[in-house]
């Protein structure tokens, strides 16, 4: 988890662990984090007795209301096998201090650290301001400076069934990921939906495609072949960043040629991937959520739309 006001803003007030700076092997990169409340953590900086003892400094942290800064080496005091060591930054975030983010690059000193900002972090600032140069995270100076994150990505998922649920949770905790899931009524979708997930129901599903985003990416996978072919329909009509169908490579020829007798050509239809996923993993529902989302992650790195494999 990078830094997302959005999260945060969702928990607060929470403490926000994240590693600060690391040396030789260690489990996560300089950035990760987790969220801490009295009850809950959101995200990882590792596993094992590092986020053990991490968790319990931030839920002290949280109770003296106080930031802290902490260095560990991992083999001596931890135990653990890595062998390196990680500076944990736990902040205590509440509505203040998220209202007072006013832009996307966030700078702090490090507590007990001079409040004056050094001229090599105002360099960094004033090169992300002119030049749009975003940093990575990390110290400087005893700052600590990051970017914030904001959704990159609007997936659409239409269809709380089985499938739908595998690809919601693998998908949910990403944080460059906006998802959105549809369906027709409210018990059509499980108890303990993510709270990063945003629902939308309605009795005509096909109705709320007007709704959607140019650039949204689309997965369909409903309970009916009908509404899955005027979910389709609509969407080759007004377009998007991505379409993905649940289905066989006979489904994708029937879906072909209805879409094309209501008069969408080749050329769109190509676009449409179907099956989605990766058949070679299987039909397992959460076997169709392992290859939806390898394909959505590869294609980000590949600044690709492909939201599947073609069988």
């Known amino acids: 988890m990078t830094f997302s006001s959005e999260s945060i803003r969702r ?4 403490a926000r662990v994240v590693v600060a700076e690391t040396k030789g092997s260690v489990p996560r990169e300089v950035g990760a984090s987790m969220l801490v409340t009295e009850d809950a953590v959101e995200g990882t900086i590792g596993g094992g007795a590092l986020e053990f003892e991490a968790i319990k400094s ?3 942290a949280l109770i003296a209301g106080a930031d802290r800064f902490e260095r560990q080496p991992l083999g001596p005091s931890l135990g653990q096998c890595c062998g390196g060591a990680v500076s944990l930054l736990t902040e205590i975030w509440d509505e203040s201090r998220l209202n007072a983010l006013v832009s996307d690059v966030i700078a702090r000193p490090l507590p007990g650290k001079p ?5 090599a972090v105002k360099r960094i600032l004033t090169n992300h301001r002119s030049k749009g140069i975003m940093p990575k995270p990390g110290i400087v100076s005893g700052w600590m400076i990051e970017p914030v994150t904001h959704p990159l ?7 709380a069934g089985h499938v739908g649920r595998a690809i919601v949770s693998v998908l949910a905790p990403l944080p460059e990921l906006e998802v959105v899931w549809i369906d027709t009524a409210r018990d059509r979708f499980p108890t303990g939906i993510p709270p990063s997930v945003r629902t939308l ?7 709320l495609v ?7 990416e689309h997965l369909v996978l409903t309970f009916s072949h009908a509404l899955d072919l005027e979910l389709c329909h609509r969407l080759l009509s007004q377009g998007f960043g991505g379409l993905g169908l649940i289905g066989s490579a006979t489904k994708r020829a029937r879906f072909r040629s209805r879409l094309g007798a209501l008069g969408h050509t080749s050329a769109q239809i190509d676009r449409m991937e179907c099956p989605i996923g990766d058949p070679a993993l299987g039909k397992h529902p959460q076997a169709i959520a392992l290859g939806v989302a390898a394909a959505i992650l590869k294609s980000h790195h590949e600044g690709t739309e492909m939201l599947g494999e073609r069988a």
């Open 58 to 60: 931030a839920r002290a």
């Open 153 to 159: 990505r609007s997936i659409w998922v239409w269809g």
């Open 115 to 119: 409040e004056e900002q050094p001229l």
């Open 201 to 207: 129901i309605a009795e005509s599903p096909a109705d």
């Open 11 to 14: 928990l607060a007030p929470v």
């Open 210 to 216: 007007k709704q959607a985003p140019i650039h949204a």
